[in-house]
């Protein structure tokens, strides 16, 4: 590496995207198939008008939309290019020293690491349990008086795994107060668990100021490529973000895109029920041709196919479906359209794939 660029960073893996070819089906990066509204891609346009002119640097339109579909404040809430900066954001606010430490799941969120490494920071994992979920009392324990903010990525990318409500509170009444805990909510909308153990994280968070929660509009609101996310919290988290966002961070395209998602709820959030449903067709034909899945509460299935990931997952490549191969640990396959999902489970459920 040049003598310009710090040393460490030759040991920091690069974020590795979802790969995409002209032609092929794309299930590998857990974006919707759906395209944007008509009353979004209205909204963009008059955006677009008015490109000449900085965005709002304090997304106080959006951030107040947001702040009451929520029901809280437009202090406690922060708005970033996509929920990944505000990831950044948040260990450069809490990590300053080699020695801090960021804790998290692993296999969690692929950016966590990085965005630790990058700030200096101290990495630390923990095994997610024997069914891919966190294990919260491991996570609880490894907290040490180093630990400056816990990453708690539910539902999990990617394993698609969730803990609910009364789990969380156990794991929250854990954590001393000087511990920020993110609760990473990029896969909420897909969540479906009962009322009495649905895990909010803004309902949890009221009551706690030391509990921050992200969501994105990348994924069920179907913008990932304009690029804004969200974060819920204590108004003095909100400030600390703030001053480390980088200015005008969120594009006024994407700025009016969230806000008229907004409007439009109702009518997206519906379309996650399909998805929701595809996700749980994938997964029965999956186990029904004998693959181990567990079960998802996100728009992906986790198949944990251990040495075999990488060479299975460029099988599906070949066969015209891109998948995402993790390590030696297993593949994510997002659920797509019924066609799409019809041609991995194809290739899936082929007997030679079987037998690989
Ligand atoms: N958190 C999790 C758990 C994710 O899976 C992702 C996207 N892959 C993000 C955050 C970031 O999403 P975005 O930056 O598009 O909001």
Same mark, same amino acid.
């Given at each position: 590496?040049?003598?310009?660029?710090?040393?460490?960073?030759?040991?920091?893996?690069?974020?590795?995207?979802?790969?995409?070819?002209?032609?092929?089906?794309?299930?590998?990066?857990?974006?919707?198939?759906?395209?944007?509204?008509? /009353?979004?891609?209205?909204?963009?346009?008059?955006?677009?008008?008015? /490109?000449?002119?900085?965005?709002?640097?304090?997304?106080?339109?959006?951030?107040?939309?947001?702040?009451?579909?929520?029901?809280?404040?437009?202090?406690?809430?922060?708005?970033?290019?996509?929920?990944?900066?505000?990831?950044?954001?948040?260990?450069?606010?809490?990590?300053?020293?080699?020695?801090?430490?960021?804790?998290?799941?692993?296999?969690?969120?692929?950016?966590?690491?990085?965005?630790?490494?990058?700030?200096?920071?101290?990495?630390?994992?923990?095994?997610?349990?024997?069914?891919?979920?966190?294990?919260?009392?491991?996570?609880?324990?490894?907290?040490?008086?180093?630990?400056?903010?816990?990453?708690?990525?539910?539902?999990?990318?990617?394993?698609?795994?969730?803990?609910?409500?009364?789990?969380?509170?156990?794991?929250?009444?854990?954590?001393?107060?000087?511990?920020?805990?993110?609760?990473?909510?990029?896969?909420?909308?897909?969540?479906?668990?009962?009322?009495?153990?649905?895990?909010?994280?803004?309902?949890?968070?009221?009551?706690?100021?030391?509990?921050?929660?992200?969501?994105?509009?990348?994924?069920?609101?179907?913008?990932?490529?304009?690029?804004?996310?969200?974060?819920?919290?204590?108004?003095?988290?909100?400030?600390?973000?703030?001053?480390?966002?980088?200015?005008?961070?969120?594009?006024?395209?994407?700025?009016?895109?969230?806000?008229?998602?907004?409007?439009?709820?109702?009518?997206?959030?519906?379309?996650?029920?399909?998805?929701?449903?595809?996700?749980?067709?994938?997964?029965?034909?999956?186990?029904?041709?004998?693959?181990?899945?567990?079960?998802?509460?996100?728009?992906?299935?986790?198949?944990?196919?251990?040495?075999? /990931?990488?060479?299975?997952?460029?099988?599906?490549?070949?066969?015209?479906?891109?998948?995402?191969?993790?390590?030696?640990?297993?593949?994510?396959?997002?659920?797509?359209?019924?066609?799409?999902?019809?041609?991995?489970?194809?290739?899936?459920?082929?007997?030679?794939?079987?037998?690989?």
């Amino acid at each position: 590496m040049s003598a310009h660029i710090r040393p460490d960073l030759d040991a920091i893996p690069a974020y590795v995207a979802g790969k995409t070819h002209p032609g092929a089906v794309k299930l590998a990066s857990n974006e919707t198939t759906f395209p944007p509204l008509p /009353s979004v891609t209205k909204a963009i346009a008059e955006a677009v008008e008015l /490109s000449n002119r900085y965005p709002d640097n304090h997304a106080i339109e959006l951030r107040g939309a947001i702040a009451d579909f929520l029901g809280v404040q437009l202090e406690n809430v922060a708005a970033g290019c996509g929920s990944v900066a505000l990831c950044q954001e948040l260990v450069q606010i809490t990590c300053r020293r080699p020695e801090d430490e960021v804790l998290f799941a692993w296999r969690s969120f692929e950016a966590y690491p990085i965005v630790t490494q990058v700030a200096g920071a101290k990495a630390v994992q923990v095994p997610l349990d024997g069914e891919f979920t966190h294990d919260l009392d491991a996570l609880a324990a490894a907290i040490t008086p180093n630990t400056r903010v816990v990453f708690v990525c539910n539902p999990n990318n990617p394993t698609g795994t969730a803990r609910g409500k009364a789990e969380i509170v156990e794991f929250l009444d854990k954590v001393p107060g000087d511990v920020l805990v993110v609760l990473d909510e990029a896969y909420f909308e897909y969540l479906r668990m009962p009322a009495e153990d649905f895990p909010n994280g803004v309902e949890l968070g009221r009551t706690r100021p030391n509990v921050l929660v992200l969501r994105t509009f990348s994924k069920a609101y179907g913008l990932a490529g304009l690029r804004v996310g969200y974060a819920v919290g204590a108004p003095e988290v909100i400030t600390a973000l703030m001053k480390v966002h980088i200015p005008f961070s969120v594009s006024r395209v994407a700025q009016a895109a969230a806000i008229a998602s907004l409007e439009a709820r109702s009518e997206l959030l519906e379309r996650t029920d399909a998805v929701v449903a595809e996700r749980d067709r994938m997964r029965a034909a999956l186990i029904a041709a004998g693959y181990r899945v567990p079960v998802s509460h996100s728009n992906f299935v986790w198949l944990p196919l251990g040495a075999r /990931s990488a060479e299975y997952g460029a099988a599906s490549t070949e066969a015209g479906v891109i998948i995402r191969p993790y390590g030696a640990d297993g593949v994510r396959v997002t659920a797509g359209d019924p066609h799409e999902n019809d041609a991995f489970l194809r290739f899936a459920t082929d007997p030679e794939t079987v037998a690989r």
